[in-house]
C-alpha cells in the first residue's frame, strides 16, 4: 500500500511538471518582438583623426539614416573638406562642401533583441568648391637653367562635380542606440566642371582625381545615436 501511495506521487508530480512545461513554451511563443524605428545622426571620427594627423587636410562630416521599413534605411552624408595635392610640379588645394545621399539595404538578420547591420548602400553625390593652385613649375626638358616655378596664386570657384558611388558597411551597437560604423564605398564620377587653367586635382567629397580613371575610393569611421520614434513588430 505504501509503495502504490509513492507511486501516485510521482505520477502526480511528472503530470504536474509537464503541464508547467506547456505553459511556460505558451508564454514564450507570445512573446511579441518589436524593433525600433527613428532616426539616426552622428558624425564621421576618421575626418577628426584625418584632420589631427595630416597638416594638408581639413575637415568634418554629419550622418545621417532613417528606417523605412525591415532592412531599407534612407541615409544621406554632408560634410566640407579642404586638402591640400603637392605634387611634383604642382601644388592644388580643393576646397568645399558636398552631400551624398541615397538608400542602404540591411542584408544581416539579427538574433533577438539585436539590430547591427551588414549592409550595402547606393549613393548620389553632389559638390560646390573651389580649386587654389598656389605655386606651379613650367614644364622643360632642358635641365641647364634652374626649374622655373611659378608663385602667383590663381583661385576658381563656383566649381561643382557630381557622382555616384556603392557604399559597403557594417554597423554595430556598442551600448544602448549608440552604433559604430566602419564602410568603404566606390565611386565614379558622372560630371564636373574644371577651371580654366588646369584640372581638379582633389573634389570635396569624392576624393583623389586623377588622367587615367573617373573612379575614387573612400572610408569611414562613424559614431551614431539612433532617436527611436516608434517600434515595429518583427
Same mark, same amino acid.
Given at each position: 500500500m505504501k509503495i502504490k501511495h509513492i507511486y501516485l506521487f510521482f505520477t502526480s508530480l511528472l503530470? +504536474? /511538471? =509537464? $503541464? #508547467?512545461?506547456? *505553459? #511556460? +513554451? %505558451?508564454e514564450q511563443d507570445s512573446i511579441v518582438i518589436s524593433q525600433k524605428y527613428g532616426l539616426r545622426v552622428g558624425v564621421d571620427l576618421s575626418r577628426f583623426l584625418r584632420t589631427a594627423l595630416d597638416k594638408d587636410y581639413q575637415g568634418f562630416e554629419v550622418v545621417g539614416d532613417y528606417r523605412i521599413s525591415k532592412n531599407y534605411y534612407i541615409a544621406? *552624408? $554632408? !560634410? #566640407? *573638406? +579642404? %586638402? =591640400?595635392?603637392?605634387e611634383e610640379n604642382l601644388n592644388i588645394e580643393g576646397s568645399g562642401t558636398y552631400i551624398r545621399a541615397g538608400i542602404d539595404y540591411n542584408t544581416y538578420d539579427n538574433w533577438f533583441g539585436m539590430q547591427n547591420s551588414i549592409y550595402v548602400g547606393l549613393r548620389y553625390g553632389f559638390s560646390t568648391f573651389s580649386q587654389t593652385l598656389n605655386d606651379y613649375t613650367i614644364y622643360t626638358n632642358n635641365n641647364y637653367f634652374d626649374p622655373d616655378i611659378r608663385t602667383d596664386v590663381i583661385e576658381e @570657384? @563656383?566649381? #561643382?562635380? @557630381?557622382? $555616384?558611388g556603392l557604399k559597403l558597411g557594417i554597423k554595430a551597437e556598442i551600448f544602448t542606440n549608440l552604433y559604430l560604423d566602419i564602410n568603404v564605398s566606390l565611386r565614379r564620377l558622372v560630371s564636373e566642371k574644371d577651371p580654366s587653367q588646369f584640372e581638379n586635382l582633389y573634389i570635396p567629397g569624392f576624393g583623389r582625381t586623377n588622367d587615367f580613371s573617373e573612379f575614387g =575610393? !573612400? &572610408? !569611414? &569611421? /562613424?559614431i551614431t545615436y539612433l532617436i527611436p520614434f516608434y517600434k515595429k513588430k518583427k
Open positions: 503530470l +504536474s /511538471t =509537464v $503541464i #508547467n512545461a506547456q *505553459e #511556460n +513554451s %505558451k544621406a *552624408e $554632408i !560634410g #566640407n *573638406e +579642404s %586638402k =591640400v595635392r603637392d @570657384s @563656383s566649381l #561643382n562635380a @557630381s557622382w $555616384i =575610393v !573612400g &572610408y !569611414g &569611421y /562613424t
